[in-house]
């Protein structure tokens, strides 16, 4: 049994009573596939799947079983769907042990997978299942085929490459898996596309195609750049990336959802809840208002889903255990119940409340101004024009264009992105430019408009009550 500080001890028995939740119900695990559409994932059953991820990075390298529990347990209380790992982690970890003093590779070499490791990683993913929590599993985080920064070492050629992935795609085979390579790299040489394309085609040549796959480029990088033609890219991930307040994540969303062959895609690492802005701590960290803006933008530019991120999560820091990269500064136990982290499930809860994958991008909806900055208001439009969401980051009033509903009586409400509650503004017929003014403005008070066709089922869904996730909400 791995060494425990009395420190971690404390929080990782503690905190589940302190902040008791009911256990969210097993779901059954369904294969995943690209919608008819293009636009979105969806079940083996027919319905969408929402991907709201998590960069769990280091989660098989620096936690033990009973905290990775944890982890699991609350992440699937809080909503997610997707937690994104790496099995060759960034920090030392070809050199340095998981808390079980296991190496994932044997020699350093690809080729011969230390079994042991591994089955450490297998009991991760069945316990996310076990959860209704798909693994994106990378295979390798990119300093293992591009050094650039990083410890490395480089290991990998594209004939090592192809026989790590095809071992990796039969071992994973059947299992709630999403294969996401690259790991913070974008290829800048032909080797590079060589390896990571002899590494899909080996996964795939292990599960007979059966997982989808992606890529993790570097920050403000797009995975549509380097491989949106190839055929074993599933869908597009992009990295708006830590480098600065406000970033525009929606303009490389809408550049994607405007490219043929039409390919589902998501934000896969936006701005990070307490990472310090452009790594630099005077310029103050992220907040859970960063995270949300950057979440509800994607969305509404047509994003399949959505990855959130905390800082203090990807690396599990642990003051105990390991030094803080880039200023980490909250302990992991303390920083999984960041603002953010619950918020974004409110956001999942909302679009799955309605017909989410009918929504198209339609900035037409919004009139007057809307200036291109941190209050940059975004609206999409359902395709049967019968319901609408708006969003407004620092709660300026909207001025919506009622004509292009198609239903004649409407309900209108505000939803909360802070705490889920919906609140009814009033009953309207489709007439005309309506201004609608928030409860509350301020820089870090953001609204969504939601309109109803009043004779749907979803209409005023929430009202009058708040959204928590299905038997849970956040612990008061």
């Known amino acids: 049994m791995p060494f425990l500080t009395l420190y971690t001890l404390f929080f990782l028995f503690a905190l589940p009573f302190l902040r008791a939740q009911p256990a969210p119900k097993q779901a059954q695990w369904s294969k995943l596939y690209i919608a008819p559409d293009k636009r979105n994932i969806t079940r083996g059953d027919g319905k969408p799947f929402f991907w709201l991820g998590d960069t769990a990075w280091e989660l098989f390298h620096r936690l033990t079983r009973e905290e990775a529990d944890f982890y699991l347990k609350r992440r699937a209380e809080q ?267 409110y956001l999942r809860k909302l679009y799955e409340s309605h017909p989410w994958n009918q929504l198209i991008p339609e900035q037409s909806l919004l009139k007057g101004d809307n200036p291109d900055d941190a209050g940059y208001q975004m609206a999409a439009l359902g395709e049967n024009k019968d319901f609408l969401f708006a969003y407004t980051p620092t709660g300026r009033p909207l001025k919506i264009d009622l004509a292009k509903l198609t239903t004649p009586q409407l309900v209108a409400y505000w939803f909360n992105p802070r705490d889920g509650v919906s609140t009814k503004i009033g009953d309207f017929t489709n007439e005309g430019v309506k201004e609608f003014k928030t409860p509350v403005a301020c820089p870090t008070c953001d609204w969504t408009l939601v309109i109803d066709d009043a004779a749907k089922p979803w209409a005023g869904f929430g009202l009058p009550k708040s959204l928590p996730l299905t038997g849970t909400g956040k612990p008061k």
């Not at 060589?194 to 480029?217: K, S």
């Not at 990295?239 to 490389?252: D, E, F, L």
């Not at 390991?322 to 992991?332: E, G, L």
Request: hydrophobic residues 35%.
């Open 79 to 345: 909503g997610f769907t997707v937690i994104q790992a790496v099995a060759l982690a960034e920090f030392d970890g070809l050199t340095q042990p998981n808390l079980y003093g296991q190496l994932p590779l044997k020699n350093n070499d690809p080729t011969q997978p230390n079994e042991l490791y591994f089955q450490h990683v297998d009991y991760v993913i069945n316990k996310a299942a076990s959860l209704g929590l798909v693994t994106g599993l990378l295979p390798t985080w990119g300093d293992k085929f591009s050094k650039k920064w990083g410890v490395g070492p480089e290991v990998f050629t594209p004939e090592n490459a192809r026989i790590y992935g095809e071992w990796l795609g039969k071992r994973y085979k059947g299992k709630p898996v999403i294969w996401i390579l690259g790991g913070d790299r974008s290829p800048e040489t032909e080797k590079h596309y060589a390896i990571i394309r002899a590494m899909a085609e080996g996964i795939r040549a292990g599960n007979g195609g059966t997982q989808l796959m992606t890529y993790h480029p570097t920050g403000n990088s797009n995975s549509a750049a380097f491989f949106h033609k190839d055929n074993w890219l599933s869908f597009n991930m992009y990295q708006s990336g830590h480098s600065a307040k406000n970033t525009k994540n929606y303009v490389m969303q809408r550049q994607n959802y405007q490219l043929f062959p039409v390919k589902p895609t998501l934000d896969g690492e936006p701005r990070y809840e307490d990472h310090p802005v452009d790594w630099k701590p005077e310029q103050d960290y992220f907040n859970a208002h960063d995270a949300r803006q950057a979440a509800w933008w994607a969305m509404l530019a047509g994003g399949c889903g959505h990855t959130y991120g905390d800082h203090d999560i990807w690396q599990f820091f642990d003051p105990n255990r390991n030094k803080p990269v880039s200023s980490a500064r909250t302990h992991w136990l303390r920083a999984i119940d960041h603002d953010g982290a619950w918020q974004v499930g």
